[in-house]
């Protein structure tokens, strides 16, 4: 078959290499356009984009693959499928209509479980054990097309979402080239989604970070699992001694047991530990603003942290 592939993250290009050197052909790759990253805030093409050009297949830049010409550019490629994996653009059914074999997707979760846009950082965060992927058709609701197939894999507490989502990404090339040889072959099983089972992991912001120590332990390192390397998780550390206050992210913690709970959220006890609603936060990696990833020993031993001292949340 003739595939064209829409996409733009990371998360892709390993089911890209597989259609890249499968048997059928990838005829056209579409992504967003370049945006500005890092300090000069220079235009970046996205992986997808680098990808393309490293290896010289086809690729144009769209930033809306549902206009006119957009769809006479699609229509040009004579494509029998499009395969759809973290492109960023909602695709109308007038796309669509121009395959004959349809459109499908690559989802990170266990549709119905978390549609939307941070699938992978809602299962950290909500403290599951299991992940994996789902091979959608496209629908006109986001995310809530019919099932070809899924594929599972463990979370593990040393998982965070950057982890995860590397391992989802492979599971992707194995189940994506099964599915497009059953397509091909007339052999595709199209299941509905359990409508009561569905749940939906909304697009990140950065405010998702600012931590509540009011929460119990296990809550907080499960979102901070959950949000690491992007948003991050946040707090404000204060010196009792000095008054200064030093903005950090958090990278990796763990939840300790307290048979006694101070009154006082946030506040370091003796071991160092931040006191929560529930249990202490030990605190393993962070980041403080401005400088690189450090183990906490060592930033406790540049700051001179004492018992009583405290971490804030950002307002």
């Not at 393309?52 to 957009?70: F, H, K, Y």
């Not at 395969?83 to 459109?103: D, H, Y």
């Not at 997707?105 to 992940?131: K, M």
Request: glycine share 8%.
């Amino acid at each position: 078959m003739r595939i064209v592939y829409l996409g733009s993250s990371e998360f892709g290009i390993p089911c890209l290499e597989a259609l890249h050197h499968g048997p059928h052909q990838l005829v056209q790759v579409f992504t967003q356009p370049a945006h500005p990253a890092g300090r000069g805030r220079h235009p970046r093409p996205t992986p997808v984009a680098e990808w393309a050009d490293q290896r010289r297949v086809p690729c144009e830049e769209s930033q809306n693959v549902n206009t006119p010409q957009s769809l006479c550019r699609l229509s040009e490629c004579r494509g029998d499928l499009l395969v759809v994996i973290a492109f960023g653009q909602k695709i109308l059914q007038e796309v669509i209509a121009l395959f004959p074999r349809g459109a499908i997707n690559v989802h990170a979760s266990l549709l119905p479980l978390y549609r939307g846009a941070a699938p992978i950082n809602a299962a950290l965060i909500d403290g599951h054990t299991e992940s994996g992927i789902s091979i959608i058709t496209l629908a006109d609701r986001m995310d809530a097309g019919l099932v070809l197939g899924q594929s599972r894999t463990d979370i593990f507490p040393h998982d965070d979402a950057q982890s995860l989502h590397d391992r989802l990404a492979l599971l992707g090339p194995d189940l994506l080239m099964t599915t497009i040889d059953q397509i091909a072959s007339g052999t595709a099983i199209y299941t509905p989604q359990d409508e009561s089972r569905v749940t939906h992991a909304k697009k990140l912001k950065k405010a998702d970070g600012n931590l509540d120590f009011a929460r119990s332990a296990a809550e907080l390192v499960n979102r901070i699992r959950g949000l690491w390397p992007w948003p991050g998780t946040h707090a404000n550390f204060v010196s009792a001694a000095t008054g200064k206050c030093y903005p950090v992210s958090f990278a990796r913690a763990a939840a300790v047991f307290a048979a006694d709970q101070p009154g006082t959220f946030g506040l370091l006890d003796a071991n160092l530990d931040i006191v929560c609603g529930d249990g202490r936060l030990r605190i393993l990696d962070l980041k403080p603003a401005g400088k690189t990833l450090m183990p906490f020993d060592a930033f406790a031993r540049g700051r001179g942290i004492q018992p009583g001292d405290l971490f804030l949340p950002i307002e």
